[in-house]
């Protein structure tokens, strides 16, 4: 049974990466393995600061869509 949980979660994590590639959305994995390895000293951002930041860069600060 943990096998077959291990691979969920590891095809889980492979297609969160895609959808949010496909949506022009970055991953948060991605963001916080960089801030490990290049960062190290910094604290990373919330997930939710960072999605907040994300929208922002996207569509403007302050916009709210649909």
Same mark, same amino acid.
Do not use: V
């Given at each position: 049974m943990g096998d077959i949980l291990k691979s =969920? &979660? %590891? =095809?889980? &994590? %492979?297609?969160?990466?895609?959808? *949010?590639?496909l949506v022009g959305m970055p991953s948060y994995d991605k963001y916080? +393995? *960089?801030? &490990? =390895?290049?960062h190290p000293d910094k604290i990373p951002k919330?997930? %939710? +600061?960072?999605? &907040? +930041?994300?929208m922002d860069n996207k569509y403007g600060?302050?916009?709210s869509k649909c």
């Open positions: =969920i &979660k %590891k =095809i889980y &994590k %492979k297609s969160d990466r895609f959808f *949010h590639l916080l +393995e *960089h801030m &490990k =390895i290049h919330t997930q %939710k +600061e960072f999605f &907040k +930041e994300a600060p302050g916009s």
